[in-house]
């Protein structure tokens, strides 16, 4: 069973930083892609960035490029979400998740934590 626990949320003001951590365990990642999603209030929750464990290809939503990267630590472990020049649009509940390679559907997932822009 995979665990995922994100960290790293907070308060910023527009056009500042945050980096996001996933920390997961319980299993070997190297056949995974690991993703971020996000959650605004009202909003249906969306894909925000994706990486293969073993590779690291990675793949972003349109309205995250050229701002936000993701990364892994294969010795921690964990995944990273650095978050640049933030707008109040991103702000939302971010998510981990985690599926198998040539699995459909990301069917493991952490708790949240919540990123506020303020404007």
């Known amino acids: 069973q995979v665990q995922l626990v994100e960290s790293g949320g907070g308060l910023v003001q527009a056009g500042g930083s945050l980096r996001l951590s996933c920390a997961a365990s319980g299993r070997t990642f190297s056949s995974y892609v690991m993703a971020w999603f996000r959650q605004a209030p009202g909003k249906e929750r969306e894909f925000v960035a994706s990486i293969r464990w073993n590779g690291g290809s990675t793949s972003y939503a349109d309205s995250v490029k050229g701002r936000f990267t993701i990364s892994r630590d294969n010795a921690k472990n964990t995944m990273y979400l650095q978050m640049n020049t933030l707008k109040a649009e991103d702000t939302a509940v971010y998510y981990c998740?985690?599926?198998?390679?040539?699995?459909?559907?990301?069917?493991?997932w952490g708790q949240g934590t919540q990123v506020t822009v303020s404007s």
């Open positions: 998740a985690a599926r198998t390679i040539g699995g459909g559907h990301y069917n493991s």
